[in-house]
Each structure stands twice: as C-alpha cells, then as structure tokens.
C-alpha cells in the first residue's frame, strides 16, 4: 500500500474528475463528515440547483477529540514525511486488525424531499475503510427511501477487503493525506 499526499489544487481536481465518473444524476447528494463534507463542498461548485444536498457525521474513534491546534499536530507538521507514511501505514494495519466497527443504521440523516421523487442518492465521502461509515449511512437512506437507488463515490478506497465497495472511486489501495489531514503539510516552495 502506498500515501499519497493531495494538495489543495489537486483535491479539487481529483474531485472533479471523481464527479465526472458518475453515471446517474442524483436527487440527494449526502456528504459524511468530516472528509465528506469536503467533497460535497467541492460537488456543490457544480450542482444542480434542484439537487439536496445534506450532511450525516460519524467518526472512528481514532480521530475524534484530537484538538487541531495539539502538541500532536505540530510535532507532525515537523516530521519528515518518510515518518509520517510510516505512522500511516501502521494506524492502517492497526485498524484493520481491530474488530469491524458496528453498523448503525438509526442515523438521522435530514431530508426534506418526499421518498417518492428521490430516485437516485449519492454518498460522498473521502476514504473508504472498512465500509461501515458508508454502509451505515446506506442502511439508514434505504429505510428513508426504499425504492431509491443508492450510490457511493469516494476520493480512495484504502482497503479492498471492506464488507462494501464503493461504486466510483480514484485511487485504491492508497492512504490519502487530504489538506485537512493532522499530518497534511503545505507544498514546500523553492
């Protein structure tokens, strides 16, 4: 498995081209957060206005409480990036060898458009893992909108092996460091 680092221009770029890929047009597009929402950010530039846009967050409990502003951060900004591809890797090992994340699927995910105009649903989100973020975010829409088909796009599918493949996706089996990474650092200049 490889890192890859995507800067601010490329993310756009990689999302426009993710976008490009995806064959229906969706009525709800729901970004999960936090990765997501940036996607969905990045969609929105090119929606149709009559397209919902909503948002659903969960997060692995690896990144949740961690301050942006931490000791943890800077000293991440200040290491080489070879150490910092190596800590990835080995936080990705170490997640897949812990037991498979539960599947909610009593989210609340808001919707204000009638379950009988919803055809078509785009999830957005930025990694693909395990599968259960999306998978759950999936169950949830599919008891909201039974006869709605459900689609998934996602910048990096890191792992293969996930209970659900996304239907778009850029790169596979790659770790992404996005610009809102703790570990992201800018472009050096010179």
């Known amino acids: 498995m ?7 221009e490329d993310f756009e770029t990689q999302c426009k081209i993710l976008f490009s890929k995806i064959h229906n ?9 936090n990765g997501g929402g940036f996607v969905l950010e990045e969609y929105k530039k090119t929606a149709s206005p009559n397209i919902e846009l909503a948002t659903v967050k969960l997060q692995r409990d690896s990144t949740k409480g961690i301050k942006r502003k931490s000791l943890l951060q800077k000293f991440l900004k200040a290491s080489p990036n070879t150490l910092l591809d ?19 699927s009593d989210l609340d995910i808001k919707i204000k458009l009638k379950p009988e105009v919803v055809n078509t649903i785009l999830i957005l989100d930025d990694a693909l893992d395990s599968g259960a973020t999306i998978k759950s975010v999936m169950q949830s829409l ?3 909108f039974l ?42 200049h010179g």
């Open 25 to 33: 047009k969706p009525d709800v597009v729901v970004g999960i957060l």
């Open 142 to 144: 599919q008891k909201q």
């Open 147 to 188: 006869n709605s088909e459900i689609e998934t796009a996602v910048i990096s599918w890191t792992n293969s092996k996930s209970i659900i493949a996304p239907d778009y996706y850029l790169f596979k089996n790659t770790l992404v460091r996005f610009p809102w990474s703790l570990d992201y650092k800018t472009k050096s």
């Open 86 to 104: 190596g800590l990835r890797l080995m936080e990705n090992r170490r997640n897949l060898n812990r037991k498979q994340k539960e599947i909610q």
């Open 2 to 8: 490889k890192v890859t680092t995507l800067h601010k």
